[in-house]
């Protein structure tokens, strides 16, 4: 049963935008935090950006005032609007919920320069 499902990757040029998806079966939806990660070759796994239920949000300094997290109730879904993206910001995107912990299969975000 697939609980966290990702979309929205892609490839585009340094300065474009992306907006990545991540829907939730219900139950998790309405009842977890949900946090995006990323990872690039041959690095860790890093923290991005999480929304809580009542919608605050925080952001990994590398995200500040460049990406942009919300949450749709309606369709159960989290999005990552990504703004002026960077080279450096290609890597495989995974959402992941919280504190039941499921974690999605991950989109590849590719930044050319």
């Known amino acids: 049963q697939v609980q966290l499902v990702e979309s929205g990757g892609g490839l585009v040029q340094a300065g474009g935008s992306l907006r990545l998806s991540c829907e939730a079966s219900?139950?998790?939806?309405?009842?977890?935090?949900i946090h995006w990660y990323r990872q690039a070759p041959g690095k860790q796994r890093e923290y991005v950006a999480e929304?809580?239920?009542?919608?605050?949000?925080n952001y990994a300094d590398s995200a500040k005032g460049r990406f942009t997290i919300s949450r749709d109730n309606a369709k159960d879904t989290v999005y990552l609007h990504m703004n002026d993206l960077k080279p450096e910001d290609t890597a495989v995107y995974y959402c992941?919920?919280?504190?039941?912990?499921?974690w999605g299969q991950g989109t590849q975000v590719t930044v050319s320069a």
């Open positions: 992941h919920s919280f504190p039941t912990s499921y």
């Open positions: 219900r139950n998790i939806f309405r009842f977890n935090a």
């Open positions: 929304i809580t239920l009542n919608s605050s949000t």
